[in-house]
């Protein structure tokens, strides 16, 4: 080979290098979002199209894209079934590609994918999937909750309830892990507030006669029917102690965890008087109705967003911010979700706030009581806000954590 020559192999060589290196670092800014939910059952009204729309919203808000960001956004459907859920996660990340799973309602399917993201060192951001366990227990360095958790609906609604004078509990639980920890969790703060649990009755997912349940907790005398329960179960339940007359007996109902989107669904006649627990209202302040109001309009059915839609959005949007703190998409779960422990959030539905060693994003969550019909002055007007929890109070202590990443 002529020296000439060797020169010219060298000089296409470095070249190709440079053409590789140059790829990697594009590469390097290529995101892939998957949003994993009840796109068809007793939950998609809280979340599905509706959150893969507020993850887009977040998308387009974060000037990602303007930056050489390439940022793609898949969904799918997990039918409320923990294998299904984890099928999927496991094929978007060793096939798609996949950087972040997101929202997982259902606690049992989004426990089952924290231990996948674990194993894949990939990243679970939780929304939609309530149970404290996610930040205690069962904890990772993988997995975020950001919006609520049973720990905060015990604290808010058990705790003013018991303290009102309720102080005799019989609950109505979805039987699997969130209505077990949603249970466990409240039952804990009646007992602490002076109250007394006088029983329980488990009832299946997304089950629509609630006679038998509700008859058993009628028959148990107790001031209080705590509905350990979400979405269509919820409502389904709603009505039919409605049918029952048990509220006009005397006794109370508790929806532990109860979404804008349920209210709307039973109207304020059948709704009107139920205090809850969330850390969203789309109505609570001029930041929030702007978002949701622009919102609204890209919302598959016109609604107004729920807390956990909301959670996704501000989510996303520290998650976008982390990576462009990065420089890039290191496709390291582990590595991103440390860094985005270290950088403050702050968006305009949930404001500043820490995230904490645990995974658990630090809100305010809110006490409120559904409107009568007639102090509704306009669509959507459902909520009056009845108590302000703040942020420390609304999460387990960390000292109190049984989170292994925890240190005490």
Same mark, same amino acid.
């Given at each position: 080979?002529?020296?000439?020559? $060797? ?10 290098? /440079?053409?590789?290196? %140059?790829? =990697?670092? #594009? +590469? ?83 426990? $089952? ?10 990243? /679970?951001?939780?929304? %939609?999937? =309530?149970? #404290? +366990? ?275």
């Amino acid at each position: 080979m002529t020296t000439s020559h $060797a020169r010219r192999m060298a000089a296409l060589l470095a070249a190709t290098t /440079l053409s590789f290196a %140059g790829s =990697a670092f #594009a +590469d390097d800014k290529v995101v892939k979002i998957g949003v994993l939910n009840d796109m068809s059952s007793l939950y998609a009204d809280i979340g599905g199209p509706n959150s893969v729309a507020a993850i887009n919203m977040a998308v387009e808000d974060s000037g990602m894209k303007a930056k050489g960001w390439t940022i793609e956004v898949i969904s799918g459907d997990h039918q409320n079934q923990p294998d299904i859920g984890v099928n999927i996660g496991r094929q978007w990340i060793d096939t798609q590609k996949v950087d972040v799973i997101m929202d997982t309602p259902n606690s049992g399917v989004a426990l $089952a994918v924290s231990n996948l993201v674990k194993e894949k060192n990939s990243i /679970l951001i939780n929304s %939609g999937g =309530a149970s #404290a +366990d996610l930040t205690g227990k069962a904890c990772n360095a993988n997995t975020i909750s950001y919006t609520y958790d049973t720990y905060m609906l015990a604290n808010g609604t058990g705790k003013a309830l018991t303290k009102a004078g309720g102080d005799s509990w019989f609950f109505l639980t979805a039987d699997y892990a969130f209505g077990h920890a949603l249970e466990r969790d409240t039952s804990a703060v009646v007992t602490a507030n002076g109250g007394k649990v006088l029983g329980s009755v488990k009832h299946p997912l997304n089950t629509a006669d609630f006679s038998s349940f509700l008859l058993q907790a009628q028959s148990s005398k107790a001031k209080v029917i705590g509905l350990a329960n979400a979405g269509g179960d919820t409502t389904n339940a709603i009505k039919q102690a409605s049918e029952f007359g048990i509220v006009q007996g005397g006794q109370k109902l508790a929806a532990l965890l109860l979404f804008v989107n349920d209210v709307h669904a039973l109207g304020l006649k059948v709704a009107q008087g139920l205090t809850f627990t969330e850390s969203f209202y789309w109505d609570l302040n001029d930041k929030t109705r702007e978002w949701s109001k622009r919102f609204q309009k890209l919302s598959p059915k016109g609604t107004m967003p729920s807390m956990t839609v909301a959670g996704v959005y501000a989510a996303t949007l520290h998650y976008l911010k982390t990576l462009d703190a990065l420089g890039g998409n290191p496709h390291d779960g582990a590595k991103v979700v440390a860094k985005m422990k270290e950088i403050p959030t702050d968006d305009p539905l949930f404001g500043k706030g820490p995230l904490r060693a645990d995974g658990r994003r630090l809100i305010p969550a809110y006490l409120f009581e559904v409107k009568k019909p007639e102090e509704s002055k306009y669509p959507w007007d459902y909520y009056k806000l009845i108590a302000t929890i703040a942020p420390e109070d609304a999460a387990k202590p960390l000292e109190a954590s049984e989170c292994p990443l925890v240190k005490k």
